[in-house]
């Protein structure tokens, strides 16, 4: 009997809503992607796509979520098309489907937010034809890719010491956010305070 209960209130409650597949999550804190096996893995950003910065990242996340117009984590081929003309670089249908198909890894012809930073990851590493549609979508963003990433490191221990200095560089970011926050957090305690003393100035 509390067997059939457990069932009953299964079927009731249903299944949880969960973030839409392959959407940033709310500022690349992580996002849902679809893996070869046919599961869902979550996807860190900063976490796979160390050779970027905070900031990169979430410039490249502010870009994508300016031109996902469905709001549902894809840049499919029309808000690509849109995308491109407001860049200044139109692309034909073939060159647009070409710019997908080049970063379309799990092949549902649409752009994932990670797949989109694997624009930028190719850009940086230089693995992009100069005259394709991925190329001038990188150039044009204004998105400085240039980075050390520990590619660029020539042996085991300098590659190391890349990844020290990566993670101290994020500390040094975190805390220099944190410290932009307490900041504006106080200059609005000031203003609050001197408009209180305003108040009670023309009170009198």
Do not use: C
């Given at each position: 009997?509390?067997?059939a209960?457990?069932?009953?209130?299964?079927?009731?409650?249903?299944?949880?809503?969960?973030?839409?597949?392959?959407?940033?999550?709310?500022?690349?804190?992580?996002?849902?992607e679809?893996?070869p096996?046919?599961?869902?893995?979550?996807?860190?950003?900063?976490?796979?796509?160390?050779?970027?910065?905070?900031?990169?990242?979430?410039?490249?996340?502010?870009?994508?979520r300016?031109?996902?117009?469905?709001?549902?984590?894809f840049?499919?081929?029309?808000?690509?098309?849109?995308?491109?003309?407001k860049?200044?670089?139109?692309?034909?249908?073939?060159g647009?489907?070409?710019?997908?198909?080049?970063?379309?890894?799990?092949?549902?012809?649409?752009?994932?937010?990670?797949?989109?930073?694997?624009?930028?990851?190719?850009?940086?590493a230089?693995?992009?034809?100069?005259?394709?549609?991925?190329?001038?979508?990188?150039?044009?963003?204004?998105?400085?890719?240039?980075?050390e990433?520990?590619?660029?490191?020539?042996?085991?221990?300098?590659?190391?010491?890349?990844?020290?200095?990566?993670?101290?560089?994020?500390?040094?970011?975190?805390?220099?956010?944190?410290?932009?926050?307490?900041?504006?957090?106080?200059?609005?305690k000031?203003?609050?305070?001197?408009?209180?003393e305003?108040q009670?100035?023309?009170?009198?």
């Amino acid at each position: 009997m509390a067997a059939a209960e457990e069932l009953a209130g299964r079927r009731g409650r249903g299944a949880e809503p969960g973030p839409a597949p392959g959407s940033p999550a709310g500022g690349g804190r992580g996002a849902f992607e679809g893996s070869p096996g046919g599961g869902r893995r979550v996807f860190s950003p900063a976490g796979e796509f160390r050779e970027f910065s905070r900031r990169q990242l979430r410039d490249m996340e502010r870009l994508f979520r300016q031109y996902d117009a469905g709001k549902d984590g894809f840049i499919d081929l029309m808000e690509l098309k849109l995308m491109m003309e407001k860049l200044g670089a139109p692309q034909t249908h073939l060159g647009l489907k070409n710019m997908i198909k080049e970063v379309d890894e799990d092949l549902d012809s649409k752009l994932s937010f990670r797949e989109f930073l694997l624009i930028f990851r190719k850009a940086a590493a230089g693995e992009l034809q100069e005259d394709s549609g991925l190329h001038a979508l990188a150039r044009l963003s204004e998105i400085d890719v240039s980075t050390e990433g520990v590619k660029g490191a020539k042996n085991f221990f300098e590659a190391k010491v890349q990844a020290i200095h990566d993670a101290s560089r994020f500390e040094e970011e975190i805390k220099a956010e944190q410290e932009e926050k307490k900041k504006q957090a106080e200059e609005l305690k000031q203003r609050k305070a001197a408009f209180k003393e305003l108040q009670s100035t023309f009170k009198q």
